[in-house]
């Protein structure tokens, strides 16, 4: 587990101590620490550092550079059933308040956000912030990222000027150097290794969608769908997550713009709080209007509870009403474990007709 923080102090120690008793801290493992500029700002030091080796579905207790406060926080387990939390495009308004605080009323072991965090926009303080406002959450469960437009903050034309995802990339620190190469080389060999009997779910996190029925960002994840859709395809993705768009959108299986019961579940789920508010045009006529299962312009978080081997169950929780209410919920089957799409096929070999629930 990677733990992150910032201090004011430039001599505080990128070292956290931890066990399994309060306050009795059995292990320490030490990090290393970053800072950046942009323009007239300075960022405190940020410290990153590797805890463990972990036990799974163990609580365990920690403090940060030798001083302040405990902390505590649960590893997932180690077998199935997990359940993971999506929330995307955050922000820090009292509509993001609401979303965390509806994740945390029902236990998850992992939240993913699929890009746009602080909404910063180059006004740098508002990357502290953002981590103040999530650190009670951020905390007791780890969190996973991707980056989104909101993060590039490119100043561009200006001599000296700070280079894209330069906060993104000091603050919240990614497996980049552990996955070994760059994204496309990355995504094929990973994809390729995984031992389905081991691993028989496969979710892809990613910023803007590949599929949208809305008027808002149309088309803006079509180049990255035509360089790596059909490598997600024949892995047999299970379920695609993307933000971006500030709705909820669930399309059937598809691929290639079609009907695909081999083809993932793709699910746009940009509506976290953000600032800027909702995306309400839906486009009834739009060309993917027939794969499209459920959308609706309200804020709230999604959770797929992965059962066991073939099972998993996923539900989109509103956030507009007192008690977060389940809007839209689905079981799935995993991919491998169906008859007509358990083996890897060339893409063009896999048809049928529109299905929701599998």
Known sequence: MRVSWVTDDKHAPSVVEYGVVSGNYTASASGDHTSYRYFLYTSGKIHHVTIGPLEPSTVYYYRCGRAGHEL???????????????????????????????????????????GDLSYAETQQPLWDTFGRFVQRHATRRPWMVTQGNHEVEAALNIPGAPRPFAAYEARWRTPHEESGSEQYAWLKRDLAGVDRENTPWLVVLLHAPWYNTNAAHQGEGEAMRKAMERVLFE?????????????????????????????????????????????????????????????EASFGHGRLRVVNATAAHWAWHRNDDADSVVRDELWLESLVASAECGKRAYPGSAGGSPIDEL
């Open 72 to 114: 505590s926080l649960r590893t997932p387990p180690a077998a199935l059933p997990i359940e993971l939390a999506v929330a995307g495009d955050l922000g820090q308004t009292e509509w993001t308040a609401s979303t965390l605080a509806h994740v945390s009323k029902t236990d998850y072991d992992v939240l993913l956000v699929p």
């Open 235 to 295: 892995a047999r993705v299970d379920v695609v997550f993307a933000g971006h768009v500030h709705a909820y959108e669930r399309f059937t299986r598809v691929y290639d713009n079609k009907a695909n019961p081999c083809g993932p579940v793709y699910i746009t789920i940009g509506d976290g709080g953000n600032r800027e508010g909702l995306a309400f045009d839906f486009q009834k006529n739009h060309k993917l209007a027939p794969l499209s299962v459920m959308r």
